[in-house]
């Protein structure tokens, strides 16, 4: 018999979600939560990728402290410029572009709103493409490597094409009748839930777009294979934003300097510290226990969330928003968005979703897990 394994990737399509609106009713007997992983899709991916959690594939967040390796000293000459230009997204892609190629980096790249002044501080991890041979920063393997090792004939999406492209290209390929598995990525899900939020009709109106795609990719497939295993999931859930904070005035207020004291990172939903002298860490710590937006994460929770990285690459101290509040302005942007993604990952809005048209055993219960349930479908 000929069968077919497709893996279909949403991004942001979290359990609540799924939970509040219908979905593939009629082909999908599974529909479970599954857990996430700390951090955005930076984390997610490659851990979904390797079946390996953070400490073990290398991957958490874009930006790390790292002075001596950064390449972003070009982007310095950018802070003697006006904010009306330095802030503008657009030279902001066009920097990003131009540092992308200059340096070969071949994996998604975006400077984001990065202070100018401090960039140089910093170096960029994500700079290979993860779906490619070498892509992983810890050099596991990912299923990808696998699948080319074994010479298993595969389509998988391209991250950087639209999703209708992808959606006829993986059309062309199943005609074909030569792929056994099959890996589609649908990323928009993530940035419509951003601009307008987890419970809008938006939302509601692109999960109706992907029930009819994934449908007619069904009827293709069915047609030239015996059989279809269908698997969707995502990588994490959205959190509608009810609270703007300010955490960066907080800390600048402090009688230390930036670079010689410690060097921090203001994420979207956490600030991450490195400590560079004795002096910074008490009062930062004695700053951020004072703050009623979030919480410092205990060594215990870092561990849990397999995010303890040895090195401390990624910070030494971990500062995390409550579910809801925007660190606002930040590194990320400072513009206002709807929806947020990147706080605990035990919050129920944090929560990925697993469904599929057959019942797996075992059945996945966290992201690490799809590795496996993926190579099953290979045996």
């Known amino acids: 018999m000929k069968s077919l394994s497709l893996f279909t990737f949403i991004d942001a399509f979290g359990w609540e979600i799924m939970k509040q609106n219908s979905f593939l009713d009629d082909v999908l007997i599974t529909k479970k939560p599954l857990g996430t992983i700390f951090g955005y899709s930076s984390t997610c991916n490659p851990t979904i990728l390797t079946g390996k959690l953070p400490r073990d594939h290398g991957h958490f967040s874009f930006f790390v402290y790292d002075p001596k390796v950064s390449p972003f000293r070009l982007c310095t000459l950018l802070k003697f410029f006006p904010k009306s230009i330095t802030r503008s997204g657009r030279v902001r892609r066009i920097m990003s572009r131009i540092i992308k190629r200059l340096y070969g980096y071949t994996g998604y790249f975006q400077i984001y709103n990065m202070p100018f002044d401090k960039i140089a501080n910093f170096d960029y991890t994500e700079k290979r493409d993860l779906y490619e041979a070498d892509g992983i920063n810890s050099g596991v393997p990912t299923i990808f490597d696998y699948l080319r090792n074994n010479k298993i004939p595969f389509y998988k999406s391209d991250w950087q094409a639209s999703e209708e492209k992808n959606l006829t290209v993986l059309e062309e390929e199943i005609k074909k009748g030569d792929i056994r598995f099959a890996y589609l ?33 069904l009827d293709v497939a069915g047609e030239e294979y015996d059989s279809v295993n269908l698997f969707v999931f995502s990588d994490h859930g959205m959190t509608d934003t009810i609270e703007e904070y300010p955490l960066m005035d907080s800390i600048n207020r402090l009688d230390l300097s930036f670079g010689k004291d410690y060097a921090v990172v203001f994420d979207s939903t956490m600030a991450r510290f490195w400590f560079l002298n004795d002096k910074a860490k008490p009062e ?44 606002n302005p930040g590194y990320m942007g400072e513009s206002h968005v709807e929806g947020m993604h990147g706080y605990s990952p035990d919050d129920k809005d944090s929560i990925a979703m697993f469904a599929s048209n057959i019942k797996p055993d075992p059945m996945p219960k966290r992201l690490d897990d799809l590795y496996d349930l993926m190579m099953s479908e290979l045996k």
């Open 185 to 217: 990525y649908m990323a928009d899900m993530d940035a419509v839930l951003h601009q307008f939020g987890a419970q809008s009709m938006q939302g509601k109106e692109k999960i109706k777009w992907y029930e009819r795609k994934i449908l007619k990719i």
């Open 284 to 327: 930062i710590v004695k700053a951020l226990e004072k703050e009623s937006c979030g919480k410092i994460l205990s060594d215990e929770e870092m561990h849990r969330y397999g995010c303890d990285f040895p090195d401390k690459r990624y910070g030494d101290l971990f500062f995390l928003m409550y579910p809801g509040v925007l660190l």
